[in-house]
């Protein structure tokens, strides 16, 4: 079990645990079980209510829920900003959310309003909250009112937020001594859709104004990864040198039945006589596919890889298609000759990298220190990640990470690097299928400390752990283990792996 995630109270304790493949956040509480609510949400999939297996203790109650894959909508805000129209689609799910909740005879006032426990899809900005079916007398678990004032309040400097009289009629809306869920619910779908859906949203049901914004979410993720499947680098269409070489098998194949026997009757061993045959096939083929590169007719470049990180600097791109940021050394195979020249005889030279010159530098003078995966597991278009925010998230979805890996087994917002007195730290974010560490999966939601030279695997990515600190830790005392990256740090192969090279 991992510690703390909330305020420890006398009436609710929030932590999380984890097993082999899932993440819980747990409540302890110890509050009497409303028994008819709890097998309401036991025997019962309700929209945009996360499960929840309870568990009975001596001393309390343990809610159980499940939130494998699912990211807080406080880690998510911190990165990405809500736009108008958004902000009021997740503001009118979890209104009509809880509106729903009454046909199911669940109270409002046990739903959990706080940001780090309201969970979002990133990809299609559903919201997920956490229902407490149990009697509170606390007000730990926060308010509707609360919750949409807090969000408005972080996106009022927004562009979009300041068009029109939006701010003022949401805040004039939740500090109303009348306030209602159905009136938000109202107000939202209004200013979504326009003055004549606010006397619908009147006459309607919760699950209808609930399911149509969840439908237009989700149209709208389609066509976002239909446009990023598109322009995904990693996705090629067929390569007009592939057709070309499945072409000219075809027309070798033929040749060489239609002589098959002169092939066979020409010398005493048939086997040796299609052997060589087979050599010269390939002899033919490469001469003829050296000749249509020459003509240019095709190219043999990778320029999917050529992307540019805009957080990291401008990358050159490479022959080989990969890139390279001048200012951080990588270990890769030299690809442009040392002199800039080619002799036109294919004489082996000493290659390096663009930027680079042939006298080594003083390390002091280069005053970059900070932290790198070193990538060992080589996928198509993966490089080594530098990490150079104090927070740096690491998934899958574009847009929404400061790296983006590209592997479906990676979860959306996979894990999170936390520099904080000269070390480094991961979390995992809630991810399916795990961050691990020297071959152990560590647990969610819990920093773990990185050594210099951990073999770091994020599903099926795996790095090596290098570090240059940046300063001292500050306080060593206060974690004694605070100074153990500077111990091999220096940019390059860590002496584990030249060790094993």
Excluded at 62 to 84: A, E, G
Excluded at 280 to 287: D, F, P, S
Excluded at 388 to 396: H, S, T
């Amino acid at each position: 079990m991992s510690g703390i995630a909330g305020e420890a109270v006398k009436e609710l304790e929030f932590m999380y645990e984890s097993d082999a493949a899932s993440s819980f956040l747990v409540i302890r509480c110890a509050g009497r079980i409303i028994q008819y609510q709890a097998g309401m949400l036991e025997s019962n999939d309700i929209d945009h209510i996360i499960p929840v297996e309870i568990i009975k203790r001596e001393d309390a109650n343990y809610f159980h829920y499940n939130i494998t894959s699912q990211i807080p909508l406080s880690v998510y805000l911190k990165r990405n900003k809500l736009n108008r129209e958004a902000f009021l689609r997740l503001i009118l799910n979890i209104a009509a959310c809880m509106n729903n909740a009454v046909g199911y005879l669940l109270y409002p006032s046990n739903f959990l309003m706080k940001q780090e426990f309201i969970y979002i899809d990133p990809a299609t900005q559903d919201a997920k909250v956490v229902y407490i079916p149990a009697e509170l007398r606390c007000e730990d678990v926060g308010t509707l009112q609360t919750l949409v004032s807090e969000l408005l309040m972080q996106h009022i400097n927004e562009e979009e937020f300041c068009n029109g009289n939006l701010v003022q009629r949401i805040l004039a809306e939740v500090k109303s001594e009348a306030f209602s869920i159905r009136g938000l619910m109202a107000l939202a779908n209004e200013l979504l859709y326009g003055q004549e859906s606010r006397e619908t949203a009147g006459l309607s049901p919760g699950p209808e104004i609930c399911a149509k914004t969840l439908e237009e979410n989700r149209e709208k993720c389609k066509m976002e990864e239909k446009k990023e499947a598109e322009e995904n680098p990693g996705t090629k269409k067929l390569s007009p040198a592939v057709a070309i070489a499945v072409l000219l098998q075809f027309v070798m194949g033929g040749a060489i039945y239609l002589c098959r026997g002169i092939i066979a009757g020409t010398g005493k061993d048939a086997a040796v006589n299609y052997a060589a045959v087979a050599l010269i096939v390939l002899a033919i083929e490469v001469l003829i596919f050296r000749k249509l590169q020459a003509m240019q007719l095709f190219s043999v470049r990778d320029e999917g890889n050529a992307r540019k990180d805009t957080d990291s600097g401008t990358f050159a791109v490479l022959d080989a298609g990969t890139m390279f940021k001048p200012d951080i050394l990588k270990h890769e195979p030299c690809l442009i000759p040392a002199d800039g020249k080619d002799d036109g005889e294919g004489t082996p030279k000493q290659l390096i990298k663009p930027g680079f010159s042939q006298k080594t530098e003083t390390l002091e003078m280069r005053n970059e220190g900070g932290f790198v995966l070193l990538n060992v597991s080589r996928h198509t278009g993966e490089k080594d990640i530098v990490i150079d925010r104090d927070e740096f998230i690491v998934g899958r979805l574009a847009g929404h990470v400061d790296h983006v890996l590209y592997s479906n087994a990676v979860g959306k917002l996979h894990a999170m690097f936390i520099r904080r007195n000269g070390c480094c730290y991961v979390k995992d974010l809630n991810s399916l299928n795990g961050t691990y560490i020297n071959g152990k999966r560590i647990e969610s939601n819990k920093e773990i400390l990185l050594r210099n030279n951990d073999r770091l695997r994020l599903a099926n990515c795996e790095f090596i752990f290098n570090c240059v600190p940046e300063q001292k830790p500050d306080s060593p005392e206060k974690d004694k283990e605070a100074g153990i990256c500077t111990e091999e740090g220096l940019y390059g192969i860590p002496g584990r792996l030249a060790g094993q090279l």
